[in-house]
């Protein structure tokens, strides 16, 4: 939104002053008046230029806020598409039908999804994916779970939310291990206003729950061992 150039306005009289000789207080207060009277216009324009600048200073502060939102989002797009691309290219199988030594890098699939070998193997069988910490999920094949109500959330879990129109509040697992992630996505509706329940863990170092104040695309959170870290 275009800014007007700011309105010229009249410099006004003295102001009457209580104290003053009565005759002088009279002639400023009748110059005042009139000036006020005259000058009403001048008066408007001023204001309206003024809620202008103010109107133009909120649009520019939603654009920017926006422009930040599809910028986070575009990245978290690359990264996950980087990531898929390492994966499919390092997919080996179901775990299940492995046998013998397996290298890094490696994905394989197991309990519903995808895991990538973080260290080099020499009895694939001797390292489940899911118990062994020779594993950890990846976005290969990702199990997006549609929901639409407060639920309490499952580790290393994937949801697309349908915030609707109405504040949601979505808790975190319960006794989460350490690595353990939940990965969030708006599916439609508006997240501003929805809660993420701390569920007696800590979230960035607070033991509080967070509440999203702005519309929020994504969120990404993975627990450390002590506490909820919001990666994105």
């Known amino acids: 939104m275009a800014i007007p150039e700011k309105p010229t306005l009249t410099t ?3 102001a009457p002053i209580r104290g003053q000789d009565p005759i002088v207080f009279a002639n400023r207060t009748n110059a005042y008046l009139a000036f006020i009277t005259s000058n009403v216009s001048d ?12 109107t133009a200073t909120e649009s520019e ?5 926006s422009d930040a939102v599809t910028a986070t989002q575009q990245r978290v797009l ?14 080996v ?13 490696a994905v394989v699939f197991h309990a519903n999804n995808y895991w990538q070998l973080l260290v080099d193997l020499a009895n694939v ?11 950890k999920v990846t976005v290969l094949g990702a199990n997006w779970q549609a929901i639409s109500t407060s639920i309490t959330l499952a580790s ?10 109405s504040a949601l509040t979505l808790t975190l697992p319960a006794s989460p291990d350490a690595n353990d992630f939940v990965q969030l996505y708006k599916s439609a509706g508006t997240s501003k206003g929805a809660i993420i329940a701390r569920n007696g863990e800590n979230i960035m170092g607070l033991a509080e729950s967070l ?22």
């Open 43 to 54: 008066l408007t324009a001023a204001i309206d230029w003024q809620n202008t600048v103010f």
């Open 12 to 14: 006004p009289p003295a």
């Open 93 to 105: 199988g179901s775990w299940s039908t492995l046998t013998g030594s397996l290298d890094v890098p």
């Open 78 to 91: 690359s990264q996950t598409a980087a990531t898929l691309a390492a994966s499919s290219a390092n997919f």
């Open 125 to 135: 069988t001797a390292a489940e994916p899911g118990i062994s910490a020779s594993w």
């Open 61 to 65: 502060a939603t654009s920017a806020e």
């Open 211 to 232: 509440n999203i104040d702005t519309e929020a695309t994504g969120l990404y959170l993975v627990y450390n061992g002590t506490d909820w870290r919001i990666v994105r």
């Open 156 to 165: 290393n879990s994937y949801y697309a939310v349908d915030f609707g129109s």
